[in-house]
C-alpha cells in the first residue's frame, strides 16, 4: 500500500458551529416530544389495563393478546397517517371531518332526532 500526504492547505475545513435553535423550532420539538410522550403513555395504559378488558369481554389470554396487537398496529398506522392528511388537507379541514365523523358515528341521543 502507499502511503498518502495531505497537503496543508487540502486540509478538511472544520465543520461551523450549529446555530442555535429559533422558539419556532423550539416549540415544535417540545410539541414533537409531547406527542411522543401522549403516545407512550397511551400504550402503557392499554397494557396495564389488558386484564381488566379481557374480563370485561371474557376473552381467553390468547384473544387478549390480539386484541392488544390490534389497538397498538391501529395506532401506529393513524400517527403517520394524520400527519400526512393535515398537509395533504389542512389541519383545520382534518380536525372538521373527523369531529363530523365522529359525531355522526357516536351512538346517543341526538340533537337533530
Given at each position: 500500500?502507499?502511503?498518502?500526504?495531505?497537503?496543508?492547505?487540502s486540509?478538511?475545513?472544520?465543520?461551523a458551529?450549529?446555530?442555535?435553535?429559533?422558539?419556532?423550532?423550539?416549540f415544535?420539538?417540545?410539541?414533537?416530544?409531547?406527542?411522543?410522550?401522549?403516545?407512550?403513555?397511551?400504550?402503557?395504559?392499554?397494557?396495564?389495563?389488558?386484564?381488566?378488558?379481557?374480563?370485561?369481554?371474557?376473552?381467553?389470554?390468547?384473544?387478549?393478546?390480539?386484541?392488544q396487537?390490534?389497538?397498538?398496529?391501529?395506532e401506529?398506522?393513524?400517527?403517520?397517517?394524520?400527519?400526512?392528511?393535515?398537509?395533504?388537507?389542512?389541519?383545520r379541514?382534518?380536525?372538521?371531518?373527523?369531529?363530523?365523523?365522529?359525531?355522526?358515528?357516536?351512538?346517543?341521543?341526538?340533537?337533530?332526532?
Amino acid at each position: 500500500m502507499s502511503a498518502t500526504t495531505m497537503k496543508p492547505d487540502s486540509a478538511p475545513a472544520a465543520s461551523a458551529a450549529p446555530a442555535a435553535m429559533t422558539a419556532r423550532a423550539r416549540f415544535g420539538f417540545m410539541a414533537m416530544v409531547l406527542g411522543m410522550f401522549m403516545a407512550f403513555l397511551d400504550i402503557q395504559i392499554v397494557s396495564a389495563s389488558i386484564s381488566k378488558i379481557q374480563a370485561g369481554l371474557a376473552a381467553s389470554p390468547d384473544e387478549a393478546i390480539w386484541m392488544q396487537t390490534s389497538y397498538l398496529i391501529a395506532e401506529i398506522v393513524l400517527i403517520p397517517l394524520s400527519g400526512f392528511l393535515s398537509r395533504l388537507l389542512s389541519t383545520r379541514v382534518l380536525f372538521t371531518a373527523w369531529v363530523a365523523g365522529l359525531a355522526a358515528t357516536a351512538p346517543g341521543p341526538y340533537p337533530w332526532a
